[in-house]
């Protein structure tokens, strides 16, 4: 009989169901990106497989995509991208709290986007820069 390992969560996730707001440069850091440039990239690099979880802010309108910590201000990125790194602070949902943009619901917390965070899953900068680049153009 086939047995399915228990899922990895990261240990950065809230683990009481509330928003937690973590301080960016220790487990990872984050890109924003607005919201609807963001949405216009995340189908496609969804399909890449690349991707990894992105927190929307629909107060802010806004999508935060996670990186590896100390990342996101080691490189240029196109204008209209902003890399957030030690110093700044990122409001992180509880992992039940996913959803498809705009889906309705009107609600205004922070919530996972499409990808539920599991194990070792932040985004690659190489690739996240590419799918960006697609949009936004070249950083100058």
């Known amino acids: 009989m086939a047995t399915t390992a228990p899922l990895s969560l990261p240990a950065w996730l809230p683990p009481d169901g509330r928003v937690r707001i973590r301080p ?4 990872f850091d984050a890109v924003r990106v607005p919201l609807f440039q963001g949405l ?7 399909l890449t ?28 990125w196109p204008v209209g991208v902003i890399p957030l790194g030690r110093g700044a602070s990122l409001a992180v949902p509880p992992r039940d709290r996913v959803s498809d943009p705009w889906d309705g619901d009107g609600g205004s917390e922070v919530r996972w986007l499409v990808v539920r965070p ?8 190489d690739a996240l820069y ?9 950083a100058p």
Do not use: M, N
């Open 24 to 27: 960016l440069g220790e487990e």
């Open 40 to 46: 216009y990239v995340l189908p496609r690099f969804a």
């Open 49 to 76: 497989g690349l991707s990894g979880p992105v927190v929307e802010d629909p107060v802010q309108r806004v999508l935060h995509w996670l990186i590896p910590p100390g990342d996101a201000t080691a490189r240029w």
């Open 118 to 125: 599991h194990g070792d899953c932040l985004t690659d900068p």
């Open 130 to 138: 590419g799918a960006l680049a697609r949009v936004f153009g070249e």
